[in-house]
């Protein structure tokens, strides 16, 4: 059997027939056996019916998004076979939930099929119908050569609560994987090969959501206060989970507007503190963050982005809040969006997010979107001990260090780099007062025009020191290159992948923005080195990106490559449109 470096799987079912916990173990077991992962999900905003699926790439060179055509897929009903014949070919093998099936019903179609009953599989071992979905990874597990015992323990871990269910679930995988190799043997059916076991599982499978939740721990996150969206609720989910572990309060709100204010408060009174939500429920928080752009309150707040307007697409993935995020809030003020690619990057720059906040005094935004918040991705074992010091904040009986003499602190002293000396409300000598009014030092409202100008460009004044603290824009591929592409956020990972290829690789540039306010302006401009063929690409239908960038560099001269369907990027869509100029109809050309 041959050796198998790569695989990209895919299970398809209704919604409800457990096609996340069967993607999620398939994910786990991959990881196990030492490849790198990633692991997207595709779901309607239905709790059941519709069809769903769960799609994982698995390999021992990188696993950095999800991919187009599949090697494996397992379809629980035969009427989706349809909705994926564009991800498979006549090298594809297709498992079929059920007792018969005829290909002709798809002329010209050659791919193999295998026909299985799962579901009566599963009842044979005494098991709910719905185990069908452990079937499935047995079946799979026997085509592609895995090591039946790691998958076993990480099925029997999953339902470690329930010690009966574990059993029996175990032996539904067990006969699932003995009923296909049967068929192997006796030559019924051919396998795909044998998956590579490295041997060496060092890396941690974890969701957008978990890594920014893991960032945030790192950093010394405290509260968390949100109400639940698609697709920030992970977050939320995350860090509840972790109340008896780490020492944080999580706070499920009753609605958005009570869950910025509840993060407000916990920063008020010297907590780092966080919130989170999408579009929708971020719209609603935004007279708060206004507030803490004038109070000088520290706050991170995670905006995860979904199709929209208005309720749009609920769980399908988009980039399209990108102006609304740098808007957000109403006069002048200074914010951080910080926009992540993969997981690794939503660890570091939760932890960036909240050490930024709490030293310049500001809100800083995490942009994300569903195909990275709910998708899980294989990285590197953090640092699990971190040591984390206060910034910008003065301590209990320390202000005569910072220059404050007895009786004179002033909350938002004018100091240079416009960032004052914080004390928690409480400390001695340390009388403070904070409102929405514009103030003078102390904090008292005023509307005298030289007051308010001063109080302004103080806040203002913090961007110089802040721009060097800022994650600067990534260069791939070729330094040299003709052509370049400028994209943020999660478009990164298909570029990732796509620069694995050598001949790609030599052809093209590819500007990753992690941070897209303060916008890197003279850094974008060097990068470009004076190349004028710039293609923006980017998931939205107004090509937002390309506008700022063009506001902030002065750069006129920028081709568009948008997609608005809530569906994300493929690294083979592109590969197409460089190579060969040819647009996919998904894509809009601008």
């Not at 015992?149 to 539904?172: C, D, M, Q, S, Y």
């Not at 890594?211 to 949100?226: D, H, K, R, V």
């Not at 990068?527 to 506008?547: F, I, N, P, W, Y």
Request: net charge negative.
């Amino acid at each position: 059997m041959s050796e198998l470096d790569t695989i990209n799987w895919k299970i398809s079912a209704k919604a409800g027939e457990g096609v996340m916990s069967s993607a999620k173990l398939f994910a786990k077991a991959c990881k196990r056996q030492g490849l790198a992962v990633f692991n997207y999900y595709e779901y309607p905003s239905l709790i059941k019916g519709g069809l769903q699926s769960g799609q994982v790439h698995a390999s021992v060179t990188g696993a950095t998004c999800q991919r187009r055509h599949l090697d494996l897929l397992v379809v629980f009903h035969e009427k989706f076979i349809l909705d994926h014949l564009a991800e498979i070919d006549e090298h594809s093998l297709v498992i079929v939930n059920g007792n018969a099936f005829d290909p002709a019903k798809y002329p010209g179609f050659s791919s193999r099929f295998v026909v299985m009953n799962l579901t009566k599989l599963a009842r044979e071992q005494g098991a709910s119908p719905l185990a069908a979905n452990i079937a499935a990874l047995g079946v799979s597990a026997a085509l592609l050569g895995m090591d039946l015992a790691i998958l076993g323990r990480v099925v029997v871990e999953e339902f470690a609560k329930n010690k009966e269910l574990a059993k029996t679930n175990l032996l539904v995988l067990q006969a699932a994987f003995q009923a296909m190799m049967g068929q192997v043997e006796q030559g019924q059916v051919q396998a795909l090969g044998q998956l590579i076991n490295t041997g060496v599982d060092e890396q941690i499978l974890v969701s957008g959501n978990e890594a920014i939740g893991l960032g945030a721990l790192a950093a010394g996150l405290q509260f968390y206060s949100a109400y639940p969206m698609t697709p920030a609720t992970g977050l939320l989910h995350f860090l509840a989970s972790a109340q008896n572990e780490y020492p944080i309060v999580v706070k499920h709100a009753e609605d958005e507007i009570a869950a910025i204010n509840h993060a407000l408060g916990a920063a008020f009174a010297g907590v780092r503190a966080m919130t989170g939500s999408s579009g929708g429920g971020f719209a609603l928080m935004v007279e708060s963050l206004s507030f803490a752009g004038v109070a000088e309150i520290p706050l991170v707040v995670l905006e995860g982005v979904r199709q929209g307007p208005a309720t749009g697409l609920p769980t399908w993935t988009s980039q399209g809040d990108l102006n609304f995020v740098l808007g957000a809030g109403h006069g002048d003020f200074l914010r951080v969006v910080l926009t992540p690619g993969d997981v690794q990057e939503h660890f570091d720059l939760a932890k960036l997010a909240v050490q930024l906040a709490e030293k310049y005094q500001l809100p800083v935004l995490l942009m994300s979107d569903k195909l990275m918040l709910e998708s899980q991705q294989t990285m590197p074992m953090p640092t699990l001990e971190h040591h984390n010091t206060r910034l910008s904040m003065v301590a209990e009986g320390k202000l005569g260090e910072v220059g404050v003499a007895e009786n004179s602190y002033l909350r938002y002293q004018n100091t240079p780099t416009g960032i004052s000396p914080r004390a928690i409300p409480g400390q001695s000598q340390a009388w403070q007062l904070t409102n929405s009014y514009e103030h003078d030092e102390y904090g008292f409202a005023i509307e005298d025009a030289k007051t308010v100008k001063l109080a302004v460009e103080k806040r203002l004044a913090k961007l110089a020191a802040l721009r060097q603290e800022l994650p600067a824009p990534v260069y791939l591929g070729n330094q040299a290159a003709e052509q370049v592409f400028i994209s943020f956020g999660s478009t990164v990972i298909m570029w990732r992948e796509l620069l694995k290829d050598q001949e790609i690789a030599q052809r093209i540039g590819v500007i990753h923005l992690p941070c897209v306010y303060p916008f890197p302006s003279e850094q974008v401009l060097q990068l470009l080195g004076g190349r004028s063929e710039v293609t923006v690409v980017e998931g939205d239908a107004m090509a937002q990106l390309a506008g700022l960038i063009k506001r902030e560099t002065g750069l006129q001269k920028l081709h568009s490559l948008l997609r608005y369907d809530g569906r994300p990027f493929y690294a083979e869509d592109l590969r197409d449109y460089i190579m060969t100029g040819a647009v996919a109809p998904e894509y809009t050309l601008l």
